[in-house]
């Protein structure tokens, strides 16, 4: 293309912008290429390989294969397929956080952008609600764990009366659902401000058109705001399960990175962390994992978003 | 006017959590300022003579000292002396009485001494300390390991390798003071000493002599030996404190290093995994005490909350199990002023001699300051000021049997907090019984493993097959050679 503007300088007869798009776009791409893309090469390189510290003593890497997948896909003695009960543990945890922290966040949003209630002092309960997430998760844990511990206030209240403590991070149902429950505390608040965000963005003409018809609130919900807000809700959901996925701090820090009991609360990155860390750097099999891991986090995007993609008439054709 | 407050609200909050994520770094790099003046220690050190002079732990030395590490470094060595270590109760002995030492510039013969501590949990110290050995050779001689410090669990990981060095490359050999076990862990395979203990742990039991008047109807501690001197007796004795609702003891893995290191066996040999016996009868004992209702029914581990709560005086326990560190590093809850119990406790051998723990020093190959290293290790094995402090005013059991045997011997020595007992001659009558045997580089993976991963069976939760299939798959975990049952 140079060869002919310089040979013939007198054609310019429309200008081009797209060198203009090319820069702007370039730092983004740049630190695309440099902090995601090449990483995300390697890794799956990396899980072809045996390559680990055991002692001080570095084994490999050695090219394997693919030994690794192999190895993560063979159930132990006792018939337990380990990857599988860490994916339904993540799975289960992250649906039991998301579901209350969606819900209760929709409802929060239409609480607040709602014309006919006019809450005052919206932005005094934005930011309180949104306060949690300004917490680290490491510091919400260690508060919870603190709370339920085997001797914290809430034993105590419960043994004052002379009953037996209930170990709640014993059970894998009271570990579970605290650990479910952090995560819904810490990011409602992120998800109210997005689905305010988007009703906000809906017509407000279509809500008083509505209220003239004589609809009322659910209709309203159900009819207008629902739909309409789709797009913003399937991407709260799918940053949402992006992110429950990669559930790794909370789970850690509450159970000490063993996943207790009976490795109900250990999680798929919470594995990724055993394999990568202390005495062991094994980057084959972290690298193996973590291909997993995209691949699980590519599917269900890929279904969610497909499921709750609005059904076009003219797709038949 | 709402909108400006709301946004320096939300601006402070940001500015706080950045600051709090700092703030809450896991690594503590603590590194000594000197001040401005004694940056150009290695131009200072050649022209002052070492403040030996000025120093009376120094002068009080024995005369056997080699001339050679008493001597001020050499010109050439560094001006940095970095030591590695898990927490901070070596640099507090270390900042009282090594002899040399100026507190005030932090300086040691006029070079900078440099802390770097990182906690032991989740495997940070060893992790950080991996990377910083592996890197020793390139590193610039301010950020050199010269001295760190390594546990009894994994010491051999450290000395089996080349990233130690041999302490004759430092002028220094085992010495007829120190127990001969410590000496055994400091050598790697072929019999290289490695590094040198500051302590020797011989771990009794400790009880609450209170407690043991109500149930055994003497707080003397032969005569609480003589009934607690076998496991059976244990037992029996357990089975009478409980009907007078009293606790054995309080955690479930509180007599663990009593059972695992008396081992017969290695937990790995020739690649495979294998369950030392003596681990299979500490798992039936913790399964009858948590069956029987002898030890708390919460199943704390022994370093939690739970079982520290004990420790005070409302406590119900009446045995725990430690060396002489775990008077000061674990039982503060004991000697809490208000709430505590100071005095009502004692030590005695208990139903089985063991070890637990200990501290050794080793050596970085690739250190720049080998003289301070040598000076160091010297100091606290052989100088019997420095170790005659130790007991006196930290409560220890030095690595030096004739301190030891001094302390043991002088009828004007007592613990207040154990009510005055020699707890010296005590531990002094079980060093003899310690032998260091069976250590492998996956003690402590495996030790902690399997008290975590058996705790499901013990509380009855998991049959013991998951139990130990969740601790296989834990060793594979870290150690993907290591073939599991």
Redesign the interface.
């Known amino acids: 293309m140079s060869s002919t503007t310089n040979s013939a300088p007198a054609k310019r007869r429309s200008i081009s912008y797209a060198k203009w798009g090319y820069f702007f776009i370039a730092p983004f791409v740049l630190v695309f290429i440099v902090c995601t893309f090449i990483p995300l090469v390697s890794t799956f390189y990396n899980s072809l390989f045996e390559n680990y510290k055991e002692g001080l003593t570095v084994v490999g890497p050695n090219f394997v294969g693919f030994d690794n997948f192999v190895k993560l896909f063979t159930p132990r003695a006792d018939g337990r397929l380990e990857i599988l009960n860490y994916t339904v543990n993540t799975m289960t945890m992250w649906i039991m956080g998301a579901i209350p922290q969606i819900v209760f966040a929709l409802l929060l949003a239409v609480i607040f952008t709602s014309e006919r209630l006019k809450i005052k002092g919206q932005g005094f309960f934005k930011t309180v609600i949104y306060m949690p997430n300004l917490i680290m998760a490491s510091a919400f844990a260690m508060l919870f764990f603190q709370i339920f511990s085997d001797v914290g206030p809430i034993n105590q209240i419960i043994t004052a009366n002379g009953d037996k403590a209930f170990l709640f991070f014993n059970n894998e149902w009271s570990a579970k659902s605290i650990i479910a429950f952090i995560n819904f505390l810490m990011w409602f608040g992120n998800t109210t401000i997005l689905l305010m965000a988007g009703i906000m963005g809906i017509d407000q003409s279509l809500f008083e058109a509505a209220s003239i018809d004589g609809a009322n609130s659910s209709q309203v919900f159900f009819k207008i705001t629902l739909p309409l807000l789709m797009p913003i809700l399937i991407y709260v959901v799918i940053t949402a399960l992006i992110g429950g996925l990669q559930m790794f701090d909370v789970p850690q820090i509450i159970t000490n990175g063993t996943g207790n009991p009976d490795q109900t609360t250990k999680t798929l990155v919470m594995a990724l962390n055993g394999q990568i860390n202390g005495n062991t750097r094994n980057f084959g099999m972290a690298g193996a994992l973590s291909v997993i891991l995209f691949i699980i986090t590519g599917i269900l995007s890929f279904i969610v978003f497909r499921s709750t993609e609005p059904k076009k008439e003219g797709k038949k054709k | 006017m709402?909108?400006r407050i709301?946004a320096s609200?939300?601006a402070a909050?940001?500015v706080?959590?950045v600051a709090?994520?700092g703030g809450?770094n896991a690594a503590t790099t603590t590194t000594t300022a000197a001040p401005a003046a004694n940056n150009d220690t290695a131009a200072a050190t050649t022209t002052e003579a070492a403040p030996a002079a000025n120093n009376d732990a120094t002068t009080e030395a024995p005369a056997t000292e080699a001339p050679a590490t008493d001597a001020a470094p050499a010109a050439d060595e560094g001006d940095t002396f970095n030591i590695y270590a898990w927490n901070e109760e070596f640099k507090g002995f270390f900042e009282k009485y090594q002899p040399g030492y100026d507190a005030a510039t932090q300086t040691l013969d006029g070079v900078k001494v440099v802390w770097t501590i990182n906690p032991s949990?989740?495997?940070?110290y060893?992790?950080k300390l991996?990377e910083a050995?592996?890197a020793n050779a390139d590193a610039a001689p301010a950020d050199k390991v010269d001295l760190f410090l390594a546990e009894a669990d994994y010491i051999l990981?450290?000395t089996?390798?080349d990233?130690t060095m041999d302490i004759s490359q430092l002028g220094l050999s085992q010495v007829d003071t120190e127990y001969q076990y410590t000496v055994d862990a400091a050598s790697d395979s072929n019999g290289k000493i490695k590094g040198v203990s500051f302590q020797c742990c011989p771990s009794g039991l400790i009880y609450r002599r209170s407690i043991a008047k109500a149930v055994l109807g003497t707080d003397d501690p032969d005569e609480v030996q003589a009934q607690l001197d076998s496991w059976e007796k244990y037992d029996a004795v357990a089975a009478k404190a409980k009907e007078q609702g009293y606790y054995m003891h309080a955690a479930y893995a509180e007599t663990y290093r009593v059972f695992s290191n008396n081992a017969t066996g290695p937990w790995v040999s020739g690649g495979t995994l294998s369950i030392p016996s003596v681990v299979e009868d500490w798992t039936n004992q913790a399964k009858t005490y948590y069956d029987n209702g002898y030890i708390l029914?919460?199943?704390?581990g022994i370093w939690?909350?739970?079982k520290n709560?004990e420790m005070f005086n409302t406590g119900k326990t009446m045995c725990f199990f430690g060396p002489a560190w775990y008077f000061n590093f674990c039982m503060g809850n004991a000697q809490d002023p208000d709430n505590g119990c100071y005095g009502d406790w004692a030590v005695i051998k208990g139903p089985q001699a063991h070890f637990w723990g200990g501290t050794w020093m080793l050596a970085a190959t690739g250190t720049d300051n080998p003289t301070l290293v040598a000076k160091v290790m010297k100091a606290f094995t052989e100088d019997e000021s420095v170790c005659e402090q130790l007991i006196k005013n930290e409560g220890q059991f030095t690595n030096n049997k004739n301190v030891n045997q001094k302390f043991a011997e002088d009828p004007n020595y007592g613990n207040a907090f154990l009510g005055g007992q020699n707890d010296v001659a005590v531990f002094a009558g079980m060093t003899d019984s310690i032998v260091w045997q069976n250590a492998t580089?996956y003690d402590q993976?495996c030790n902690e493993g399997y008290q975590?991963c058996i705790?499901?069976y013990i509380?009855g939760?998991?049959d013991k097959?998951?139990?130990l299939?969740?601790f296989?798959?834990?060793i594979r975990?870290?150690?993907?050679?290591v073939t599991t049952?």
Not at chain 2, 297 to 300: A, C, K, M, R, Y
Request: charged share 25%; aromatic share 8%.
């Open positions: 709402k909108k709301m609200l939300l909050a940001c706080l959590s709090s994520c809450n949990a989740d495997l940070v060893q992790t991996d050995l592996m990981k450290y089996d390798s990233f029914d919460t199943l704390p939690d909350d739970g709560a580089i993976a975590d705790k499901g509380d939760s998991i097959d998951t139990a299939q969740n296989y798959s834990k975990e870290q150690y993907p050679s049952p």
